[in-house]
């Protein structure tokens, strides 16, 4: 007769397990760098002078690798660079000027908290965490887009070349335009133009922030182990057919250093699909963002998300990490925040949400707005813009002074 399992020993062997997955997806983000570090050469193709002038290249800047400086001389990249460089001009010399006199004003100097900036929803977004918070060494951000590569331009055609630059001219003024990405329409332009996916977009906002590329590392988790996996022996199975997941977790890290400094930061980059139910197929990502605690938090243009079920879960991760917290009304729900002791000032103007987001009205907000009067934003931050004379951009800063317990891991 074998031994007897008992409930007590099942529930050791799950602890056990959890911090196992944990392990092994830390090491998995860790692994890339060390062993990067240690291979030598590094491949030509992602070699760090063909990174950054690839990414100057996109974006319209005069290229550093004397291989591309054919491709800077043809018709189409000189349009293009005109063109970008011209929309990119009104940002900086608008939107980023505004938003970062701002912060000297309103936020705390340095990384606000920690050393990492967490990032939600964030879609290809680099512009604007990285204007808030630019002294953050770690980045970490995810959403459903795709990861991609970097550009092969060297090998491509003329007609290769000149769509891509016509697709990352499209995207990048969409940026500039909005000051946020539609889902929806970035989904599909990310999967049928030459753009493949977020990396190119990343490469073309820190060329135009003044960063130097230095290297692009893809991180692949290990498939993690769920609770259907483990039989009452103890043992562990192969997942059951109705437990495969449907999308695997796939990272990227993106080493940059800002011009002039010896300083290097990272990005971190994860494509999943952060709801509930596809959590359950890679907790051990939850595990991961716990670790990065304490944490300075943004959040803007996320559809709400976090005010609903279907992502509680995260919501729950996001709270017990976070300390310092920049958002506007899509974020994190007031009511939520004030519940767990947060302290928050309000900036800018808060309305009924546009639609079809009008059911996320947030009376405790609005009374906050009424009672704190703020000064209308001086840049665009969110869905509410209407018109260049009309910004009804909303923003709250929320502040923890003590971390309460975490809530239960699900």
């Avoid at 049928?192 to 692949?220: H, K, Q, Y």
């Avoid at 906050?368 to 923003?395: C, D, M, T, V, W």
Wanted: charged share 20%.
């Amino acid at each position: 007769m074998g031994p007897d399992i008992t409930n007590r020993t099942i529930f050791g062997y799950a602890r056990l397990l959890s911090f196992a997955i944990a392990a092994m997806f830390m090491l998995s983000i860790l692994a890339p760098r060390i062993v990067a570090a240690q291979a030598a050469p590094i491949p030509d193709r992602h070699s760090s002078a063909r990174l950054d002038s690839v990414a100057r290249l996109l974006a319209g800047l005069p290229p550093t690798l004397s291989e591309h400086e054919t491709l800077a001389q043809t018709p189409a990249w000189k349009e293009h660079s005109d063109a970008i460089q011209g929309s990119w001009s009104k940002v900086r010399d608008g939107q980023q000027v505004a938003l970062k006199a701002w912060r000297d004003a309103e936020l705390p100097h340095g990384c606000p908290v920690g050393q990492t900036a967490l990032y939600p929803f964030s879609g290809p977004d680099f512009l604007n965490v990285y204007w808030l918070f630019p002294d953050c060494t770690n980045i970490v951000m995810f959403g459903l887009e795709r990861i991609g590569d970097v550009p092969k331009v060297e090998t491509m055609s003329e007609k290769e070349f000149t769509n891509l630059l016509v697709n990352v001219r499209g995207f990048m003024v969409n940026l500039f335009v909005r000051n946020y990405f539609v889902t929806d329409t970035m989904l599909k332009s990310l999967g049928r133009n030459r753009l493949r996916g977020v990396v190119p977009v990343f490469l073309v906002s820190m060329a135009l922030s003044g960063v130097e590329v230095l290297r692009v590392t893809p991180l692949d988790p290990p498939v993690p182990l769920t609770k259907s996996a483990l039989t009452t022996s103890g043992q562990t199975d192969a997942l059951p057919k109705e437990r495969v997941r449907k999308r695997k977790l796939r990272g990227v890290l993106i080493d940059f250093r800002r011009s002039g400094s010896t300083q290097i930061q990272n990005l971190k980059y994860f494509s999943l699909d952060a709801t509930d139910a596809a959590m359950a197929d890679y907790p051990e990502f939850l595990d991961y963002l716990r670790t990065l605690a304490p944490a300075t938090t943004l959040i803007k243009s996320a559809s709400y998300l976090l005010h609903g079920h279907e992502f509680s879960r995260l919501r729950d991760v996001i709270l017990d990490a976070s300390v310092f917290l920049v958002q506007d009304d899509t974020g994190l729900p007031y009511a939520r925040l004030r519940k767990r002791g947060w302290e928050i000032a309000v900036y800018g103007t808060y309305e009924v949400p546009i639609p079809p987001f009008q059911g996320a009205y947030q009376k405790g907000l609005a009374a906050a707005y009424e009672k704190q009067k703020p000064k209308p934003l001086p840049f665009r931050f969110g869905y509410q813009l209407i018109s260049k004379r009309e910004n009804r951009s909303n923003l709250m800063v929320a502040r923890l002074s003590s971390r309460p317990n975490p809530a239960p891991t699900r």
